[in-house]
């Protein structure tokens, strides 16, 4: 296995899951989807859920059913220049979280990114890295997108480390840019140019982010030395 997405044996073994490139198979835990005026009920449930709010850049605010139509038929007017899609997982086809790529310019042919996975009984399974990384192959492969940018916040350890992950370069700190729960807290800007995007060797659709944590394999009986033949297996 090689390439972007196949991770090195080390990475196997330091990883939290294992990410598999399983071409031919049929086994996608996650798709992408258009967000659809089906998704409002959980999207606005998650909107007024204060510690999910409470990692992203925007104040916490309650959110009824109306305020979302509103801001759902907004998008749906402007959805040449915002993309905005629901992640699910595969197998129930439930609605897990959302990515966006917004404000696209296609002068300058950039455009803002943002996820958040709603559904707090998926996050680390694997979802944000699926959605971040196609939404990438999207933007840079189909859409012909020179730079992608985003603001987290400097305290949104996860975040940091997935964008970190997937090739988001820092680029900037704004100091006390934002205001949560009662303080103010530095935003990190961070983006990545086109030729920084490392192209997958494999589809998007062909990778498999396998999820929870791989089952315990049985411990091998002691022994004190290991030849190498028996360290490869
Ligand atoms: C941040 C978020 C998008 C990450 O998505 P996720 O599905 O939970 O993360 P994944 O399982 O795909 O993990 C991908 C990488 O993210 C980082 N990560 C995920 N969970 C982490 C945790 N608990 N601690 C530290 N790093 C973590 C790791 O680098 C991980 O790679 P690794 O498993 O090889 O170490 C998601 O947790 C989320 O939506 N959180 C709430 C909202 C939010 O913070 N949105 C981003 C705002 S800028």
Redesign the pocket.
Known sequence: MTGHFA?SSA?CI????T?HALQGMNAMPYFLRELSRVDLARLTKWRNERD?IS???TAFRYVGQETDLDWFNEYIANRFNNIRLAICEAESEKFI?VVYLLEIDWINRNAEH?????D?S???????????RSLLHHAFTDLNLHRLH????AT???????????GFVEEGRLRQAVYKEGHYVDLIRMGMLEGEYVRPTVKPADIV?S?PVPPEQPKPKARRFLSSSARAV
């Open positions: 991770p990475d330091n990883s939290r899951r990410i999910l990692q992203l850049n979280g943002a996820i958040w996975i709603g707090k998926f996050q680390g399974r694997g979802a944000g890295e699926f959605a971040t985003l603001t987290v916040l949104n350890e996860r975040a940091l480390k997935l964008y970190r992950k997937v982010y999820s």
